[in-house]
């Protein structure tokens, strides 16, 4: 049975500890630097407490850790878990810089670590399946990528003090605005689907006193050849989207043989309904719709870590996926810095 560390018990630790609760391995130690926290955590499991990340690394009981802190303290605390032999799995974003990202890479690289980053859409039954058709589709030709999140707060007038705070609470926390939060994920999958883009273009909105994006667009040019459209929008609509509950993200990709449709549900509240794929068919025109049931999909995350884990499988998504997204993070980001401008993207680590 593996056991395991928490590192960070703030929102997203429960979604960690109880996924791995229900994949059959134990949680022994849980640490946060405000001690109440990582109590209350720890009392509900019986396990260790600490307020230093140090003593979960050094802890011999402890086989994996769950990095679940802010983004500007992942590499460190990863750094130091793989250098005392741990497994780790690293909430998204792997850092808050693609130079980071990589000198983590090589680093889990080099001591043949288990190192995954908890981009956890992969885990969904309708991206697998997405995955799956695509490699009988040939070569993408085209993506539209947008998510977009009902997000009020940052519309109201005047908007609350820890967004207008510089750094604000969001900046603070995840180390950028909606590119960042929401965005990284589907940059994610759309390099699971299409490969890693080449070269990119950026434009980020903010609104009057913000220190951070709330709408970022970019074209991304696919290694085939295609383009990718992207968008990620925090907005004030309370009842857009497939689920009419202000959660609007969906997928179209385009390849010669047909088209597929897929609308992911509410990140956190995905054991309330299923996501659907649809597939085109280009030849016959038949349009196929693929419902699939209602899952936690962090619970299939955590499953996934366990198991591969525990039988020395792949990290999926690996630390390398997770370098990439921070990279074209990065390089959207300086497009829209310079005006617009086109930038190649070179990769620091394959
Ligand atoms: N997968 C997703 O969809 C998703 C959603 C939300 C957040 N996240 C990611 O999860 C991470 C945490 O976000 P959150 O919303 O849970 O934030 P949070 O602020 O609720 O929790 C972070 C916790 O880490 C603790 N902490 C900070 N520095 C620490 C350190 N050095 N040692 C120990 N504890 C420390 C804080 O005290 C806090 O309790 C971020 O990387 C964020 O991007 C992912």
Not at 48 to 70: G, H, K, N, P, Q
Not at 90 to 102: G, Q
Not at 261 to 290: I, M, P
Not at 328 to 350: A, F
Request: some cysteine; proline content about 3%.
């Amino acid at each position: 049975m593996t056991r395991v560390g928490i590192i960070g018990c703030g929102y997203i630790s429960r979604l960690h500890y109880e996924g791995y609760e229900r994949a059959g391995a134990k949680i022994v130690h849980v640490c946060d630097i405000r001690k109440e926290a990582a109590e209350a955590v720890g009392s509900r499991y019986s396990a260790r407490v600490s307020t230093d990340y140090r003593a979960v690394i050094e802890d011999r009981d402890v086989d994996l850790v769950s990095v679940c802190t802010i983004a500007s303290t992942h590499k460190e605390i990863c750094l130091a878990a793989l250098a005392c032999g741990k497994g780790v799995v690293c909430e998204k974003t792997l850092t808050d810089n693609a130079a980071d990202s990589a000198e983590l890479v090589l680093a889990s690289r080099r001591t043949k670590a288990f190192l995954s980053v908890a981009y956890m859409k992969n885990y969904f039954p309708a991206v697998v399946q997405a995955k799956q058709m695509l490699a009988e589709m040939g070569d993408v030709t085209s993506i539209y990528v947008r998510t977009w999140h009902f997000h009020p707060q940052l519309w109201q007038s005047p908007a609350p003090e820890d967004v207008l705070q510089h750094p604000s609470r969001i900046v603070r926390n995840y180390g950028g605005g909606m590119l960042v939060c929401g965005g990284s994920h589907v940059l994610n999958l759309l390099c699971g689907f299409a490969g890693r883009p080449t070269k990119v273009i950026g434009a980020m909105q903010s609104r009057p006193g913000m220190d951070f994006d709330i709408q970022t667009n970019a074209m991304l040019w696919l290694p085939a050849g295609g383009v990718a459209h992207f968008e990620a929008f925090w907005h004030p609509f309370a009842a857009i989207g497939y689920e009419r509950n202000g959660w609007d993200e969906r997928i179209e990709i385009n390849t010669a043989k047909g088209r597929l449709e897929l609308y992911t549900v509410l990140w956190n509240g995905s054991e309330n309904h299923g996501a659907l794929l649809v597939h085109t068919d280009a030849d016959t025109g038949r349009v196929t719709e693929y419902r699939f049931p209602a899952v936690n999909v962090f619970d299939l995350e955590m499953a996934g870590m366990i198991e591969a884990f525990e039988t020395g499988g792949l990290a999926t998504p690996s630390a390398a996926d997770g370098y990439v997204v921070d990279e074209l993070i990065e390089q959207i980001t300086s497009s829209h810095r310079q005006g617009g401008k086109g930038l190649p993207v070179t990769y620091r680590v394959q």
